[in-house]
T-cell receptor, first 112, second 114 residues
């Protein structure tokens, strides 16, 4: 069990550029979650997958955001036309039905 | 609408003493509660959880208490150690087994002084 991994750990981009983040969950975890955390706040739910199906999306997830989990294993989160307000820590978590969610180290995004 | 609130942004305690972190919630449908610890530049680390059918759960130095009538939970750390210094988040979920989206509080920064 190597834990949840995320790549990259840090990303600096210019406003208007597209960025993509990857999350590799703990193997055999069928559920995968994306959260966003800004300074001084707790993580906020963005979306979650059960296997390859995206079952819920927060209203925080504007149409510039898209997430996929094509084979029910790793997931990607893409932000198109980034804005300065997108600067945050993007966290991925995974679990197996009814068990504890474990988080990855996060990807810190800075939009200039 | 902040469904989970941690009203103390920071707490300072002496090494060896008890740390008590508090959390209030508004949604009576929450059926599962968790505490996570977070160090800077790392993801949250799971500490302890409690189901709404219980009022107490212990794991070593960590105990979580749930008061459903008051919609309040607390995390007790005894004895506190300098390595416990971190930001602590409480989180809650509705129908956790069916898809455990977590709602987090704002966090409390604990500082344990030697």
């Amino acid at each position: 069990d190597t834990g949840v991994s995320q790549d990259p750990r840090h990303k600096i981009t210019k406003r208007g550029q597209n960025v993509t983040f990857r999350c590799d969950p703990i193997s055999e975890h069928n559920r995968l979650y994306w959260y966003r955390q800004t300074l001084g706040q707790g993580p906020e739910f963005l979306t979650y997958f059960q296997n390859e199906a995206q079952l819920e999306k927060s209203r925080l997830l504007s149409d510039r955001f898209s997430a996929e989990r094509p084979k029910g294993s790793f997931s990607t989160l893409e932000i198109q036309r980034t804005e300065q307000g997108d600067s945050a820590m993007y966290l991925c978590a995974s679990d197996r039905d009814g068990e504890t969610q474990y988080f990855g180290p996060g990807t810190r995004l800075l939009v200039l | 609408d902040q469904q989970v609130k941690q009203n103390s942004p920071s707490l300072s305690v002496q090494e060896g003493r008890i740390s008590i972190l508090n959390c209030d919630y508004t949604n009576s449908m929450f059926d599962y509660f968790l505490w996570y610890k977070k160090y800077p530049a790392e993801g949250p680390t799971f500490l302890i959880s409690i189901s709404s059918i219980k009022d107490k759960n212990e794991d070593g130095r960590f105990t979580v208490f749930l008061n459903k009538s008051a919609k309040h939970l607390s995390l007790h750390i005894v004895p506190s150690q300098p390595g416990d210094s971190a930001v602590y988040f409480c989180a809650a979920s509705v129908d956790y087994n069916q898809g455990g989206k977590l709602i987090f509080g704002q966090g409390t920064e604990l500082s344990v002084k030697p």
